[in-house]
T-cell receptor
Framework: DVKVTQSSRYLVKRTGEKVFLECVQD?????MFWYRQDPGLGLRLIYF???????EKGDIPEGYSVSREKKERFSLILESASTNQTSMYLC???????????????FGEGSRLTVL | KQEVTQIPAALSVPEGENLVLNCSFT??????LQWFRQDPGKGLTSLLL?????REQTSGRLNASLDKSSGRSTLYIAASQPGDSATYLC????????????FGKGTSLLVTP
């Protein structure tokens, strides 16, 4: 069974703390993604990576950074957490698709982050 | 920019009914379209992926169609069951970067016994 694993289901952090969200996939996928999901706003892309050490900004990269040192692992970093970063964070992976496209997307269970 | 719209936002049906969920997108130059299911507090589960060369894709009681020229897709659920209750989302590749997907806000489905 294909699997995308997010390290923490629930986290509570304080404003200003550095936060690491880890994601591991076991499908040898080239592409990995971080989305956040908020009521009324839907899913919004933060960052994605189409290869090791490669990253591209999504729609809302401000306040976030990412790291992809190994193919199977994609980390999301909040350098200084703020209350407006309270959200559900979803990691996903996919194989390469046709041209500059993606194959079927597989998601992790999500990480619910609360920043106090 | 690729915009994805799903109508209706919420739907309640009695068990056993056949139903159709709609998805529309503004940029028809897409490689594929995906339908997902999301249960409360959980991640998304992939249901169907339709390539741009296909018109339909089927999995069990689910059938998804794609009409690129009109910018529309439908998800047909046959003989609905209470276990089908969830939010259903469609997604298409971003116009600027095909790697990333743009999602609709979903249709929240409730199937009552």
């Amino acid at each position: 069974d294909v699997k995308v694993t997010q390290s923490s289901r629930y986290l509570v952090k304080r404003t200003g703390e550095k936060v690491f969200l880890e994601c591991v996939q076991d499908m040898d996928h080239e592409n990995m993604f971080w989305y956040r999901q908020d009521p009324g706003l839907g899913l919004r892309l933060i960052y994605f990576s189409y290869d090791v050490k490669m990253k591209e900004k999504g729609d809302i990269p401000e306040g976030y950074s990412v790291s992809r040192e190994k193919k199977e692992r994609f980390s999301l970093i909040l350098e200084s957490a703020s209350t407006n970063q309270t959200s559900m964070y979803l990691c996903a992976s996919s194989s390469a698709g046709l041209g500059r496209s993606t194959g079927e997307l597989f998601f992790g269970e999500g990480s619910r982050l609360t920043v106090l | 920019k690729q915009e994805v719209t799903q109508i209706p936002a919420a739907l309640s049906v009695p068990e056993g009914e056949n139903l159709v969920l709609n998805c529309s997108f503004t940029d028809s130059a897409i490689y594929n379209l995906q339908w997902f299911r999301q249960d409360p507090g959980k991640g998304l589960t992939s249901l169907l992926l339709i390539q741009s060369s296909q018109r339909e894709q089927t999995s069990g009681r689910l059938n998804a169609s794609l009409d690129k020229s009109s910018g529309r897709s439908t998800l047909y659920i046959a003989a609905s069951q209470p276990g089908d209750s969830a939010t259903y989302l469609c997604a298409v590749p971003n116009s600027n970067s095909g790697y990333a997907l743009n999602f609709g806000k979903g249709t929240s489905l409730l199937v009552t016994p």
